[in-house]
């Protein structure tokens, strides 16, 4: 079967970095996305990797081992603002999104 | 961001109602996507259109019924639910690349509660 396992839930401190992973298990392969969801807000699009290796986009960065199964979402300097969910989402052979339950992430000051 | 909207975005009904959810995306897009987001759960793909065409039902009971007539617009019609049905319910859009990956822009979803 196709499966996305994060963490329920993570704490961090403002200023720190915090590291979600994702391990993904999907029949055939088309790239994992994160997507940052606010409470009450919609979820965003923060990146898309379909090849092995590191993205980086200002603060955060997104990870990506296809022989693992494995992807990560780094988050530099933390924010308050930054308290969110983060959902892992893999790309089948259909091209249809794979969803993980999302990672509440929760900043201290 | 206002590329996807949705109205309403709170929504209370008894079990014998019927009501419509509106999603309308101003992005050019010819996809578009309901998903059902409950508490702790991953998101639940309902229905996929792409071009105005269903292409995709998830084994969604039939009393949620989609309506896209045309690719701008998608309607959610709800009749006779659950209270099991209460939920974020979510719409997305994508470009609709043909045999390509696709990133999907969300709606802020409608919160309904089913009494």
């Known amino acids: 079967g196709q499966n996305i396992d994060q963490p329920t839930e993570m704490t961090a401190t403002e200023g720190a970095i915090v590291q979600i992973n994702c391990t993904y298990q999907t029949s055939g392969f088309n790239g994992l996305f994160w997507y940052q969801q606010h409470a009450g807000e919609a979820p965003t699009f923060l990146s898309y990797?379909?090849l092995d290796g590191l993205e980086e986009k200002g603060r955060f960065s997104s990870f990506l081992s296809r022989s693992k199964g494995y992807s990560y979402l780094l988050l530099k300097e933390l924010q308050m603002k930054d308290s969110a969910s983060y959902l892992c989402a893999g790309m089948d052979s259909n091209y249809q999104l794979i969803w993980g339950a999302g990672t509440k992430l929760i900043i201290k000051p | 961001e206002t590329g996807v909207t949705q109205t309403p975005r709170h929504l209370v009904m008894g079990m014998t109602n019927k009501k419509s959810l509106k999603c309308e995306q101003h992005?050019?897009?010819?996809?578009m996507y309901w998903y059902k987001q409950s508490a702790k759960k991953p998101l639940e793909l309902m229905f996929v259109?792409?071009?105005?065409?269903?292409?995709e039902n998830n084994s969604v009971p039939s009393r949620f019924s989609p309506e896209c007539p045309n690719s701008s617009h998608l309607f959610l019609h709800l009749h006779t639910l659950q209270p099991e049905d209460s939920a974020l319910y979510l719409c997305a859009s994508s470009q609709a690349l043909a045999g390509g990956p696709d990133t999907q822009y969300f709606g802020p979803g409608t919160r309904l509660t089913v009494l």
């Open positions: 990797n379909v």
């Open positions: 259109y792409n071009f105005k065409e269903q292409t």
């Open positions: 992005l050019g897009h010819n996809a």
